[in-house]
């Protein structure tokens, strides 16, 4: 925890995190959802569930998993440009398109 919390950057924290070859088989969605169950916020979990939002609001052309980093970086971009738009928190808009799809509300 001590080594994720050396970052001052959520982004530079994700990639350490998912690039970090003691830890195997944790990519970005991963890595984010890791990270927010431990109480570091900052990043987008963007599963099937909050994809296909986005694809329904036309923030995004398709509802297929980003299969790069820059894609996710790019798509996470757009998402805290949503929730800047609407005045919501960025962590909080990601939890309610989730629920959204899901139709179920987790701490």
Known sequence: REQLESFSDPIERRDWL????????????????????????GHAILDKHVLRCLADLEVVESSRP?????????????????????GIDFDELDLVLWSMKTGEVLK
């Open 66 to 86: 980003p299969s790069t980093r820059a894609r996710y970086l790019e798509i996470e971009e757009r998402l805290k440009g949503v929730a800047r738009d609407v």
């Open 18 to 41: 998912a690039r970090e070859k003691r830890i195997k088989g944790l990519g970005y969605k991963e890595a984010s959802h890791f990270l927010r169950n431990i109480g570091l916020m």
